[in-house]
């Protein structure tokens, strides 16, 4: 398997505009994961919701086209794609001339299927369909406006706090707060995060300490809502978790990681104001 380091992020990279699937760089989520101590049998299930918004390509006349591309990677996937990777290989497509956009959808699904190791979902939105889309936020309680001091910015074991000696709770809290730094170039990533769950109430200060102790912790998307949902059922253990981040969009790419431990419909695609 790639390693980050031979990956184009942070490199400079020549663009290229006609086809090429070898651009997709895979990279490996095994050993994030056991950094936090999962193995084969993981704690979660979910979905990585990427959202392509830089998608065009040629018709069979040479008129450009364009659309918004969905694409749903199952948690379970051997592999995550590095994300500049990824808008490469999107921007191929620029000066490609395909019969239909079937065929676009067709060469999408079987190269990010290869890439990650499992068949994933993949859907255009198309122009006729763009007034459809539309702005929401995270439901749930926003635990922003607490008034708490701060001085940690790196995750630490122990900040989580659960209110045992109370009754069993079913919520949802939300911040805007979380901040995490990319795993190569240390560029910011922004995000808001739903936490919903059922069990013991999870103190709300200790969980805003917590997650704005990742602003200053170097991990992708995907592991940093991995290593939540484990913290947070390490040191609250809640009946049921769901972890649902929505990061703010970077060369037209938003990833949106989604990990819970109990069955039920992905939640929505809606984009927040920040997207």
């Known amino acids: 398997m790639s390693d980050v380091e031979h990956s184009p992020l942070g490199k400079t990279v020549s663009y290229i505009t006609e086809y090429d699937p070898s651009l997709l760089f895979p990279i490996s989520r095994a050993g994030k994961r056991q950094e936090i101590g999962l193995g084969e049998t993981l704690p979660f299930m979910g979905m990585d919701i990427w959202n392509g918004y830089e998608l065009s390509w040629l018709n069979s006349r040479g008129k450009p086209q364009v659309a918004i591309a969905i694409f749903n990677i199952p948690a379970s996937s051997p592999n995550i794609i590095e994300s500049k990777s990824f808008k490469l290989y999107l921007n191929s497509f620029n000066q490609t001339k395909l019969e239909t956009r079937e065929a676009l959808q067709s060469l999408l699904q079987a190269d990010l299927s290869t890439a990650t190791g499992t068949n994933i979902g993949v859907q255009l939105i198309i ?5 459809q889309q539309r702005l929401t936020e995270l439901d749930g309680y926003c635990i922003d406006n607490l008034d708490i001091e701060v001085d940690q ?7 989580l706090k659960c209110d045992s000696g109370e009754t069993t709770i079913t919520e949802s809290l939300t911040s805007n707060l979380l901040k995490s730094n990319c795993l190569v170039t240390g560029q910011p990533d922004w995000a808001s995060i739903q936490i919903s769950y059922t069990g013991k109430p999870i103190n709300r200060e200790s969980l805003l300490r917590y997650l704005i102790s990742f602003r200053n912790h170097n991990e992708f ?3 940093c809502v991995e290593r939540i949902f484990v913290d ?3 040191d609250c253990a809640p009946i049921k978790l769901a972890v649902y981040a929505r990061y703010t969009r970077r060369g037209g790419l938003d990833i949106n990681p ?7 419909p992905l939640p929505s695609n809606l984009r927040g104001a920040r997207q």
Not at 153 to 159: C, K, R
Not at 258 to 264: A, L, P, V
């Open 232 to 234: 947070i059922m390490r």
């Open 258 to 264: 989604y990990r819970c431990n109990f069955s039920g």
């Open 153 to 159: 910015y790196s995750p630490l074991a122990g900040l």
């Open 221 to 223: 998307h995907e592991q």
């Open 127 to 131: 122009p006729e369909q763009f007034h």
